[in-house]
């Protein structure tokens, strides 16, 4: 394969992008089909099929049989959207409304459970078509823990504490197998060896619990002119985020319960950021979170430099782990 | 193979629950599981296991290979139920709250998301361990099919007016396809030649149309001490059954029109039960859709009839359409 087969990240997207623009979402029944085109026209960063037509392209250079599946990927996370805002009663997403809010509750069920059929039939077709019967595999079992990885996310919102280490299995389940299993499905499709397969899914597990650390990093400390979202969120909503569980840990019984019930505390806004920023300045939590968040850069790049492929194959990993975990918003 | 081999309906059913007490419904996290394991054990009738198994008793003699796929398809079918209860706000069902009523809505939305994605893991693994990637074809496009019913369905309470064909083709989606699999899947197994699983599908259909006709049919025309169910449910609901649809195509526009503003007045249940049945009676329609209801016994007989295989499968055949056809309740 020749290096200049390699097309830059924009040009894979736009390429995944012309390729789901000419994909029929909208089928008979309407009123079931509609709610899965409208999704899937709002936008998103494409992340997930990014990594796989990523991986494809830097170790094989033919992205043509990924196509479907990054499709099937970004309709499976499109589904787990649909279904998660129902369940948190959110109005809107990518600054549009809700499927469940536009058409209604029971559109929102079952429009998301043709989607995840469509989406395995999608996956089948492929691993059929590749004669590698892994990817439905790994479909499946990605698509479980993700269902586990929410009802972990929702359990903890009814628990007084939670441990850092369950926190970082919810996110594992929740954020990271779906990029994980991305990156390895784009390996998989290349006819790579078993070990760059798993090698790539332990860097798409890291980099996910990198990304996520980050976002809840970026929650309170990021710019809100660069974040586009109002500083302190999940304080004011009370969610059990990394910052409050490195708070926690760092904490004897007796202050564990000041913080917690400042936490609980119906203050307005700005008196409840000031309060809980108080106690996150006096346990260096700005540091430690990031230091944590930087500690699975690290990890990514260690598993990078492990590789056995060309240095600009590496490059090019390195180059998608800086796009995903350096955003500022 | 020897017909001695050949069990009683009973007896499959009662292997089937055997097979199904042993499987472990409940895992960690247990909350997303746990409403899985509630509603797989609330009982049910389990027409679509005995349609397998006794298809692959008839047509082959063993069995074993039949278990998890007659439990993924109940299991599919306890899916559908328990995302039909949202939508339908179902309090109640087989005697006990819903899961959706006991758990919450959002327990029942993602427990059943998970349900659909442990359904296709058994059946892609009983698909590949049978080398008959059909079984899992035939399963998707079906559970596709089964939610464009239950849409159609959703949409026609919405509408003024809804034609038989219209009607005949939304109950084929939401009850027949899935019995109809459940025959077909049982030939699969048995590695029964194509024509005969074509043959038992289409067997399937007609026999899922039928039951449903005669569903519509015992709501005002069955014995309310048989059924457990208090006469008239659908009408004092207002409900599109074939009962009113047969109703209205037999009138002129102005008539309908007094027969569809009959339907929606909201008088109390009596008055409402005998102004209806009037119509009816002066239409004829219990022998109607009763005539329409043995028209498909008919063609389920004439099916079984050109099948090319031993008279005692033949008669095997009429006895599952007898269960499924003749009960009272």
Redesign the interface.
């Known amino acids: 394969m020749v290096e200049a087969k390699i097309r830059p990240f924009d040009d894979l997207i736009a390429a995944y992008q012309e390729y789901s623009a000419r994909y029929d979402f909208i089928k008979?029944?309407v009123?079931?089909y509609e709610p899965v085109g409208y999704i899937m026209k709002q936008g998103g960063k494409k992340i997930r099929p990014l990594a796989l037509l990523m991986v494809q392209n830097t170790f094989n250079g033919n992205i043509n049989s990924g196509f479907p599946v990054a499709l099937a990927l970004e309709m499976f996370h499109n589904f787990t959207l649909m279904?998660d805002d129902?369940?948190d009663n959110a109005e809107t997403r990518r600054g549009q409304p809700t499927v469940f809010h536009k058409y209604g509750?029971?559109a929102a069920?079952?429009s998301?459970?043709?989607m995840?059929?469509?989406v395995?039939?999608l996956i089948?077709k492929c691993s059929?078509e590749n004669q590698t019967?892994q990817i439905?595999?790994l479909f499946?079992?990605t698509?479980?823990e993700v269902?586990?990885g929410?009802?972990?996310d929702?359990?903890f919102e009814q628990r007084e504490t939670v441990s850092l280490s369950e926190y970082l299995e919810m996110i594992r389940l929740k954020t990271s197998v779906l990029l994980a299993a991305s990156l390895k499905m784009g390996a998989l499709l290349s006819k790579s060896n078993p070990t760059l397969c798993e090698t790539l899914y332990q860097l798409g597990i890291n980099l996910g619990l990198g990304f996520q650390i980050h976002d809840d990093w970026l929650d309170f400390y990021g710019d809100s002119e660069q974040t586009g979202k109002k500083i302190g969120g999940d304080i004011i909503q009370g969610k059990k985020s990394i910052l409050i569980l490195t708070a926690l840990q760092d904490l004897d019984p007796v202050n564990q319960h000041k913080l917690l019930n400042d936490y609980k505390l119906k203050l307005n806004d700005e008196d409840k950021l000031a309060k809980i920023g108080q106690w996150f300045e006096q346990l260096d939590i700005k540091n430690k979170v990031s230091k944590r968040y930087l500690s699975y850069q690290e990890k990514c790049e260690a598993i990078i430099q492990q590789m056995e492929c060309e240095s600009w194959q590496k490059n090019k990993l390195r180059e998608f782990v800086t796009l995903i975990l350096d955003r500022k918003y």
């Open positions: 008979d029944p009123h079931l279904h129902i369940m509750i029971n069920i079952l998301g459970d043709v995840l059929v469509e395995t039939q089948n059929r019967g439905l595999e499946l079992q698509a479980k269902c586990e929410q009802r972990f929702m359990d």
